[in-house]
Every structure is written in C-alpha cells, then in structure tokens.
C-alpha cells in the first residue's frame, strides 16, 4: 500500500507545482526507475527498496503524502504527516521548513503589502506550531533515551552517565553517529572512502545541476528567497493553492509599474539575450513589459517560483550529504527530493540540443535499477 501511495503524492505533488502532466508523469517514471521497480510503472510504480520493510518506505510515504497536504492547502494534515516522517527518520525535521517559508513570505506580504500586522503575527505563530508539530516525535525520542541513559539508577546499582548526558543540549542521536558512526563535518574526507563517493556523485552532481541552472536562470529570485518576484507571482512561490484563505489583495497601480517588477537584471544575461530573441525586440529597446509577461507565462515546469521553496531544502540537503554524513547514503536521502526527479524530467523535455544531456540520465537511472536491485537482493553494500 505504501509505495502506491508514495507515488500518488509525488505526482500529485508535481502536477500541482508545474501544472504539467507530462512533465509529472516523467517525474513519477524517473522515481520509480531510481529505486528499482521495472514492472507496471504507473500501477505499481513502487521502488525496491521502498517496498521492503524499512523505514525508508515509511518515510517517503508520509513525506510526500505531506508534501501532497502542502500543496493542496491542509497544512495542518501536513503537519502531522511531516512529524510521523520525522518520528521514522530524523531529517524529517527538515520538512519543518516549508510551514517557515511560507509564513515569511505570508508575513511579509501581509505586513507590506496589506498593512495587516496581525496577519503577518497570525501567520508566523501558525508556522511555528506546525513546525513543532513536525519535530515533536524527534524530541520525544531524545527526551526518552535521556531518561533511558541519564538515569540515577537502576536496581540499586549507580549508572555510569554517557558523555552526552551532561552536554548543554543533551542529544542521543547526535552523540551515537559521532562516537560510533564518526559522522561529522569533513570526518568522511579520507582516500579510502573515494568509491563511496563516486557511487554518490551522480546524484550529488544532478541535483547540484539542478540548483545550479535554477540560480543561473533566476539569480535574484532564488539567492533572495523569492522576495524579488512580482506580485502577482507571490502566492504560487509561497504555496498557496487558488482557493486558499488568504486573499489576493494586490495593488493594481503596482502591477502597471514596471518598477514594482524585479528587472531584467534578475536574469543572466544569455536569458536576457533569449527573451529578446523571443519577442523580436533590439538590444536598445526596454524590454521590461516583455520580461513581466514572460515571468507570467513562460516561468512555469522546472522554472516555477513554486519551486524555490523545494530547492532551498535541497541545498541544505546536498551540503548535509556531501560534508557531514556518510556519503553513500546520500543515494537514499534525497531519495525524497521532489525537484531531483523534476530536473531530470526538465533535462528529457528540454530541446535537442541537450538531447545528450538526456540520454547521460537515462543511462545513469537505468544502470541504478540494474546494478541496484543486483546488489540488494545479495546483500552487498548498495544504498
């Protein structure tokens, strides 16, 4: 039931991030591909090691049904959902995130734009319980391994405290990867763990593509968190669905002035150059009415202002994997990275110039589901 359900939300996910279908059912195709299942893609598209009995089932199941929730506007359903997730695994705590970024740009929308200052008060106080909503589970655990292991004693006997117990934040989880795992900031930087890192880089070197062309295509509006964005474009960035409570309450006078629009600048200049191509238009002649239009219309798929949100976890995620934890298991930790499996759906649906670029990931999803479901059911080290 799980894997079913996983890829039900990451389609439903995707589709209502980009509105396209297409590029929604490449994503599901390349998710499923990535963890191994070759039979019945769209039926029972569910991955191998998702459908084993481990919580990596578990927690993409209640991370993209979350996700699903987000999107759709039942923030609180989501809320709940994310901390299940980070009850299974501890980076789900991560999923907290969302609930903040969207208040911040609810907030200052609200404060700026509305004058409504308890509006902007409301949203931040909503997201800061919806967030630990979502860490609950992770904290009640390390509250239970502290009275578990910090105790005074058992049956008469005085117990020796763990070095942990007496830290200023007491944190089980954190001590137990350090003393026995030697996970730690560049600990995994050593000559013998070059295969490990090879086996991770081509998913590190895909979504540090991803963020790469976002951020070179949209450098303003991703490097400052979307708050140079138009408008009209505020509540697709802060995931808000059409329906939401929240109204829409945008000065019109400020939609006319093409100085309330983040410029041409908020582009580098080889998308500058082909959106003069687009629209005819010289070099000489200001194209800021030209670029506001194609902000509305054209930004959409991988390029969405919906998309921010996803990519910023991501980064924090790819930093994470590559300079503080085992870096193999990066192959499974962002296993619930939306916007991985979006690139790779934008890089197959891009023109035929990158049509190489598209046959590279191909190959590198289908030797994974070869290779990996080889070495899984034996029992060999493979994430």
Known sequence: ??????????????????????????????????????????????????????????????????????????????????????????????????????????????????????RAVLAVVKAIFQSLVTVAPLIAFQGYGYLQHCGSSKEGTEEIARPWCNATIPYLYGFVQSHYWDVGFLRYFQVKQIPNFLLASPLLVLAAAALYTYGSFQPRLFFSLGFNIPLSQWRKLALLPENSVVKKQVNKDNLDDSSALPGLSALAPEVVQELRHRRGIKADINVEKSYAEDSVNSFEGFYSPAAVCFLIQMAVMVFVATCIMHVQVATRFLSVCP????????????????????????????????????????FYPFT
């Open 1 to 118: 039931m799980f894997p079913d359900f996983i890829c039900n939300g990451l389609f439903v996910v995707r589709e209502a991030e980009s509105r396209h279908t297409t590029v929604a059912e490449s994503t599901l195709i390349f998710f499923h591909l990535r963890h191994g299942n070759y039979v019945k893609v769209f039926s029972k598209c569910a991955p191998l090691i998702m459908r084993q009995r481990y919580s990596e089932s578990l927690f993409a199941f209640c991370s993209f049904c979350g996700l699903w929730q987000f999107v759709a506007g039942r923030t609180w359903t989501a809320a709940l959902l994310f901390g299940l997730s980070s009850g299974v695994r501890s980076n789900g705590v991560l999923h907290a995130g969302f609930f903040l970024f969207q208040a911040m740009h609810c907030a200052y929308i609200a404060a700026t734009q509305q004058g409504r200052c308890m």
């Open 339 to 378: 916007p991985i499996y979006w690139y790779a759906a934008h890089l197959m649906k891009s023109s035929v110039k990158e049509i190489s670029i598209g046959r590279i990931i191909w190959t590198y999803y289908l030797s994974f589901l070869g290779l990996g479901s080889l070495l899984f059911i034996n």
